[in-house]
């Protein structure tokens, strides 16, 4: 079976400052991992992957996750937060070694960011 | 427009009736997802197909089915429509296991 954790419901950061976002998974086999994005009113958006190689994953709008296997881990970061970072992030994983699986998500972490 | 495109966006119906509620795309991926989305539960599989002759069941597949019409439609029914049904429906396609998946803007089913 593969599954996702994401600890925090809520997330609040200043604007400026540095943002992290937890997901932990579990999965038999070596995982592929996502991070969606979704804004109000909207789909979810892509904005990373690991699936092998450079455990510092770099994504769309400044966005990088580290994948840490040992901790079984892929924190979504981001150096600097902007307001327009508010959303609600979702992290995902397929185990790697059962090809016929579908994604399977986290729950959502809602970050918000104050000016 | 867009690449995946999920109609209707908006719909209330009563309890008990049949709905229908479409896919397609135009990014020429073999697999095609059904999810479905409450708060504080994330997303959740309800079917997926990975050809038009590939159907399988996700984790919450009781109450609904699916009809892979081609390569680009996937569409999902409630046979018989329930409140607890009420959620944010999302379709997705992907190109293979390893590569991201693309989502619709959403249905927004409401049953009363």
């Known amino acids: 079976a593969q599954s996702v954790a994401q600890p925090e419901d809520q997330v609040n950061v200043a604007e400026g400052n540095p943002l992290t976002v937890k997901c932990t998974y579990s999965v038999s086999g070596n995982p592929y991992l996502f991070w969606y994005v979704q804004y109000p009113n909207r789909g979810l958006q892509f904005l990373l992957k690991?699936?092998?190689?450079?455990?510092l994953v770099k994504g769309s709008y400044g966005f990088e996750a580290e994948f840490n296997k040992s901790q079984t881990s892929f924190h979504l970061k981001k150096p600097s937060a902007l307001v327009s970072d508010s959303a609600l992030y979702f992290c995902a994983v397929r185990d790697m070694d059962t090809g016929r699986r579908a994604l399977t998500f986290g729950s959502g972490t809602r970050l918000q960011v104050q000016p | 427009d867009a690449d995946v495109t999920q109609t209707p966006r908006n719909r209330i119906t009563k309890t008990g009736k049949r709905i229908m509620l479409e896919c397609s795309q135009t990014k020429g991926h073999d697999r095609m997802y059904w999810y479905r989305q409450d708060p504080g539960l994330g997303l959740r599989l309800i079917y997926y197909?990975?050809?038009?002759?590939?159907?399988n069941k996700g984790e919450i597949s009781d109450g609904y089915s699916v009809s892979r019409q081609a390569q680009a439609k996937f569409s999902l029914s409630l046979e018989s429509a329930i409140p607890n049904q009420t959620a944010l429906y999302f379709c997705?396609?992907?190109?293979?296991?390893?590569?991201?998946?693309?989502f619709g803007q959403g249905t927004r089913l409401t049953v009363v």
């Open positions: 997705a396609t992907s190109d293979t296991g390893y590569t991201e998946a693309f």
């Open positions: 690991y699936i092998t190689g450079d455990n």
């Open positions: 197909s990975f050809d038009v002759k590939d159907i």
